[in-house]
């Protein structure tokens, strides 16, 4: 049997890095069961705080946060290949949802932002990327932490630098 680390690799290695390269090597079951993770869940959680980050707002008269993770490889503009294309698809769903959302979500004082963070040394990003997990958690908090009205709907990396969509 296979351990639980190396089943999440695997996994992870056939939903994020895909079986084929390319548009057409993406089954129409990968992407809709990468769409349900990756941005469908997402949308289930949001809808689901909604009463609470509307009471936190109206409560504490600060604004109410949302940050969806997201990756560069989301980027419709920085896409120069087609692997990876269920990851990449969903990740660009969830970009649009996350500028959907900060339009509703304004009228509660709240914010939406989609975040990108960095290229991590995880089983998803693999041995040689340049960031240790608690280096991009840092960042993030330090992306939460500085967020403002003016971020609104941004698809943003660390510094709160805008990416393009």
């Known amino acids: 049997t296979l351990s639980k680390r190396t089943f999440r690799k695997q996994w992870y290695q056939r939903r994020v890095r895909g079986h084929g390269l390319g548009a057409l090597g993406c089954s129409n079951e990968e992407l809709r069961e990468t769409l349900e993770v990756n941005v469908c869940a997402v949308h289930s959680v949001t809808r689901a705080f909604h ?11 600060s604004l109410g946060k949302v940050f969806n993770i997201s990756s560069e490889l989301g980027s419709i503009s920085n896409t120069c290949n087609s692997f990876t294309t269920a990851y990449r698809v969903s990740k660009a769903a969830l970009n649009m949802l996350t500028r959907c959302s900060s339009v509703d979500l304004i009228k509660d004082n709240v914010i939406c932002v989609a975040v990108h963070p ?19 958690c840092r960042d993030v908090v330090e992306i939460i932490e500085g967020a403002g009205r003016e971020h609104n709907g941004m698809y943003v990396r660390k510094g709160l630098t805008a990416e393009p969509y």
């Open 118 to 136: 960095g290229w991590v040394r995880t089983d998803l990003g693999g041995p040689n990327a340049p960031l240790s997990v608690e280096e991009s």
């Open 51 to 61: 009463p609470l980050l509307q009471q936190g707002a109206a409560h504490s008269k």
